[in-house]
């Protein structure tokens, strides 16, 4: 499974932003996705996920009522809208996929995008 994930950038604080993550090859072993994000000096953590087939979601308590997660099936591609953004939401965000259902522990995914940095600025 290939992921490749577009958006992000830079935006002032309160901002929005949106990501997309798009898979290719063996999407049919993939049960669910996430987001995942970095920050400089910090392990890797879990944002937000998705079941793949019944779009049923999961978020950190640090992202919810914030961020939504969501997946067009057809095109296989999930996306997270970040609103209302935070300065300690920088980080660099990956797109992950697992063939079991949503994870929140970070190596139980199997296959990752490539990772775009988001920056909020104050």
């Known amino acids: 499974v290939q992921l490749v994930e577009s958006g992000g950038g830079l935006v002032e604080a309160g901002g929005s932003l949106r990501r997309s993550c798009s898979a290719a090859g063996r999407t049919f072993s993939t049960s669910a996705m996430g987001w995942l994000r970095q920050a400089p000096g910090k392990e890797r953590e879990f944002v937000a996920g998705?079941?793949?087939?019944?779009?049923?979601?999961y978020y950190a308590d640090s992202v919810k009522g914030r961020f939504t997660i969501s997946r067009d099936y057809a095109k296989n591609t999930v996306y997270l809208q970040m609103n209302s953004l935070k300065p300690e939401d920088t980080a660099v965000y990956y797109c992950?996929?697992?063939?079991?259902?949503?994870?929140?522990?970070?190596?139980?995914?199997?296959?990752w995008g490539q990772g775009t940095q988001v920056t909020v600025s104050a």
């Open positions: 998705i079941a793949w087939r019944t779009s049923v979601t």
């Open positions: 992950a996929s697992t063939a079991r259902t949503i994870r929140v522990v970070t190596d139980d995914y199997d296959y």
